[in-house]
């Protein structure tokens, strides 16, 4: 019986993305790595010293180990989020449903839990959760499903149980091979990506979600 959701954070219900974005560019300058928002958007979905230790490996910078540079990105998107991060259109909206729907509510995000602590803090939606889960602290991030399968058992639900709110390739992939029914809310230009089609449901909104698809989901 489903009644347990899941959302996963950046991108999804901050538009953190771009704060992202700008603080891995500002910080790999620093070791004379030019990161693109095209380089940026492989590694998206990632955990921060996964990203981290992927572009090292490709660029091989000096000057900074790799730890030196998981912290200061950490710090300037925390930064920035507390400076300028808003929240995506429709926050409000879809913890209010699942609320009223007497639903379950988690959170399993790839960022540190220092960050995600910010971030809910910034928008005030800390109490909407029953759990929050970083992948910090476990074995393996997204794609791999350990984030979404600690977030479930830490609300006393079966992953068969939840349903998983998610807006990159990564983290959709996580939480279907956590047996979770998945929704995804792309970025408007990375819609057409074909490998969404994994997704339960696709939408452009967290405010496209209501009853229909919910029933959908449950059928």
């Known amino acids: ?25 500002e910080v790999f300058a620093t070791v004379g790595v030019n990161l693109t ?8 979905g990632l955990r921060t010293a996964e990203v ?23 710090d300037a998107v925390i930064a920035k989020i507390l400076a300028k991060g808003e929240a995506m259109e429709g926050l409000e909206y879809i913890l209010d449903y699942f609320a009223k729907k007497n639903f379950k509510i988690g959170l399993a995000s790839s960022s540190p839990l220092r960050l ?17 889960s970083s992948a910090e602290f476990e074995s393996h991030g997204k ?20 349903i998983a709110f998610e807006d990159s390739v990564t983290g959709m992939t996580a939480a279907k091979a956590a047996r979770m029914k998945t929704v995804v809310v792309p970025e408007a230009h990375n819609r057409q990506n074909k490998r969404y089609a994994l997704a339960d449901v696709q939408l452009n909104s967290l ?3 209501n009853d229909e698809i919910l029933d959908r989901l449950k059928a």
């Open 143 to 162: 794609p791999h499903p350990a984030v979404y399968l600690a977030c479930a058992k830490k609300l006393g639900s079966m992953p068969i149980d939840c």
């Open 52 to 74: 981290v230790d992927y572009w090292q490996h490709y660029f091989k910078w000096e000057g900074k180990d790799n730890n030196q540079v998981t912290n200061e990105i950490i």
């Open 116 to 132: 995600i602590e910010s971030a809910v803090d910034h928008m005030g939606i800390r109490d909407r959760f029953d759990a929050i």
């Open 37 to 44: 928002s095209e380089l940026y958007s492989h590694t998206t």
């Open 1 to 25: 019986m489903i009644n347990t959701v899941i959302f996963d954070m950046d991108g999804l219900l901050i538009d953190s993305e771009p704060l992202w974005g700008e603080a891995m560019s």
């Open 207 to 209: 405010l496209d979600f």
